[in-house]
């Protein structure tokens, strides 16, 4: 029961940071910081609006979203394989 409580308290700021992050809270080209881009390359929530931005905003086909989702894909096998990984260890 304590680690859902510490958990439960950790993800509000985890998920909030992540959005920030990512470029859900305001567009990244108001962000003129290269370490704060590149961090943002990292974080799937990234991804996820550069598909969107392809598909909704520019305008492009289906084949502008296949990179995001490529990407997307290989992050959630990643993510997942640690996680199993660490799981299996506790």
Known sequence: MHNFKRLQSIAPMVTV???ML?????PLEVVHSKPLLALAKVMPTFWGMEGLRALV???KGL????LPLAVLVLMT???MGIGITLQEKT
């Open 17 to 19: 940071s992540a959005a």
């Open 22 to 26: 990512g470029g859900l809270f305001w």
């Open 57 to 59: 905003v520019l305008n």
């Open 63 to 66: 084949e502008a979203v296949l």
């Open 77 to 79: 096998v990643l993510l």
